[in-house]
């Protein structure tokens, strides 16, 4: 009889939750959305976002028009995919929808303030930023910090002088030396050995991966069902908070250091740290900012490397063509910082790789502070808005042959991804425009001409460059699923 009585309950209980729930989905009804493809009751679209949201989400700007409302769960999603649409949302509306997503990993009230990815446009995001742009990514900066990015891309030559003939992981190598280029800028030292095992990720470098793996968990019951938000029923903000304090652990000592030498009588101000302590920031200022820097910094753009060399080793008639460029517009045996001006074509290339393979294929995602409009459509306050740039980089309204590597389509042309041409978005727009793209691109453009101008590219087991795979996998950035493995030959220069 009590087991009876506990069912009847049990499933009394789940029928009022259930109508609780759907009371929630449907008691708001908001006017005016932008277009979408029909819901489910309680999960809305769920079941038809997929593993890779990024594809399904541009084909329903096909179908739909190019601003889509979707419902996951109870959250309202709009998605931008053409040109006009993300200049509503990046420029025309910016004020209203340039608040960031925390992702389930980050969300820790003690430590958003202080954060440079995901805390409010307010006084203190702006110092930092304004901090960061003159000290990192100005362009005097850039030219102080020449010597740092050569001596690593040195390293890296050295390193696959010795490993010719063997299969390279292309991710591991670059992911370490941008690691090392921004912690030599950050705190003046190497913090990663390309000599490392790559497969065996340990201490900081294993912890700032982990932080990305917490922070890719898009799934969250959480955030679609916002009554189960407080119990991370996945143990993602445990697990991801876990991985950001011990990150946390490889900066205090360093911090720690360089503060108790700021009282003493040969104190000198010798890296970016050093400027962060003269400012006034706390150690819990700087462990948040130092992490999300190398967080974001080192795999957006170690992703869009590794992409852009995929498709120049995968067209080898563009291979042919930076070389003869090189040896035309070069006479050194040695690509040095200042001649990456001399190479337009080895540009245009890497353009035409960011189109087709942004780092982050939505950008961050932004939630609506207010109800606002865009194109026509209601914004509802709450929403979150995804940006897809893949989408629009792939738009054949917007490019011609859209789907095919053409670096020359960027030749003699302004565009460029600098945030003011909205059909070309790799590193968004606006205020949250990323704030390492000076760094970053120079960065990528000195590592593949240097990789380019001392050896020659060979797929293992002499495959055909042609059929190399580029199928991807989203994870918040978009990584190829099949690594991209190569063999370092060194070329003879006549």
């Not at 005016?32 to 949201?53: A, E, M, T």
């Not at 992981?169 to 950050?186: A, E, P």
């Not at 205090?252 to 006034?280: C, N, P, V, Y």
């Not at 011609?400 to 909205?422: A, V």
Request: net charge positive.
């Amino acid at each position: 009889m009590d087991i009876n009585v506990s069912y009847v309950v049990f499933i009394l209980s789940t029928f009022i939750f259930l109508l609780f729930i759907l009371k929630r989905l449907f008691s708001h009804d908001i006017k005016n959305l932008p277009p979408g493809p029909p819901r489910l009751p309680i999960i809305g679209n769920l079941h038809q976002v997929g593993d890779k949201p990024h594809v399904s989400t541009a084909k329903f700007a096909q179908q739909y028009g190019p601003l889509t409302c979707l419902k996951l769960g109870t959250q309202v999603l709009v998605v931008a995919s053409s040109p006009e649409a993300a200049m509503g949302i990046l420029k025309t509306q910016d004020r209203f929808l340039s608040s960031r997503v925390v992702p389930t990993a980050m969300q820790n009230e003690s430590l958003l303030p202080h954060s440079i990815l995901f805390s409010e446009c307010n006084d203190s995001w702006k110092n930092l930023r304004s901090l960061c742009k003159t000290e990192m990514f100005s362009s005097s900066a850039l030219e102080a910090h020449s010597s740092i990015r050569e001596a690593k891309v040195d390293q890296l030559l050295e390193f696959l002088r010795k490993k010719q003939g063997q299969v390279i992981n292309i991710r591991d190598i670059v992911f370490t030396t941008f690691f090392n280029t921004l912690s030599c800028i950050v705190f003046g030292k190497d913090m990663l050995d390309l000599e490392e095992e790559h497969e065996s990720f340990v201490g900081v470098k294993r912890s700032i991966l982990m932080i990305l793996e917490y922070v890719a968990r898009i799934k969250d019951v959480g955030s679609f069902f916002p009554v189960f938000e407080r119990f991370d029923l996945q143990g993602i903000r445990k697990g991801g908070q876990k991985h950001v304090h011990d990150a946390f652990g490889y900066w205090k000592d360093m911090i720690q250091e360089r503060r108790a030498h700021m009282k003493s009588s040969t104190w000198q101000s010798k890296s970016f740290l050093d400027r962060l302590l003269e400012s006034g920031f706390s150690d819990n200022r700087i462990n948040q900012f130092v992490t999300e820097l190398f967080v974001s910094g080192t795999n957006t753009t170690t992703t869009a490397l590794v992409w852009a060399m995929a498709e120049i080793v995968r067209n080898q008639d563009a291979m042919t063509k930076i070389k003869e460029e090189m040896k035309r517009e070069i006479d050194s045996h040695q690509i040095e910082a200042s001649h990456l001006s001399k190479l337009p074509y080895l540009q245009a290339c890497i353009k035409e790789a960011l189109r087709l393979h942004p780092p982050v294929p939505f950008l961050l995602p932004r939630v609506a502070t207010e109800t606002c409009e865009v194109m026509n459509y209601t914004i509802p306050k709450n929403a979150r808005i995804f940006v897809n740039v893949w989408a629009i980089g792939r738009d054949p309204k917007v490019w011609d042959d859209p789907l095919s590597f053409k670096p020359e389509r960027f030749l003699g042309s302004n565009l460029d991804f600098k945030g003011q041409d909205f059909e070309f978005l790799p590193f968004g727009s606006g205020r949250r425009t990323c704030p390492s793209l000076p760094l970053g691109s120079k960065s990528m453009e000195f590592i593949i001409a240097s990789l380019i101008h001392e050896f020659d590219w060979v797929l293992p087991n002499n495959e055909d460059p042609s059929m190399l795979n580029m199928e991807d996998k989203f994870l918040i950035t978009l990584k190829k699923e099949k690594p991209l493995k190569l063999i370092f030959k060194h070329r003879v220069h006549q």
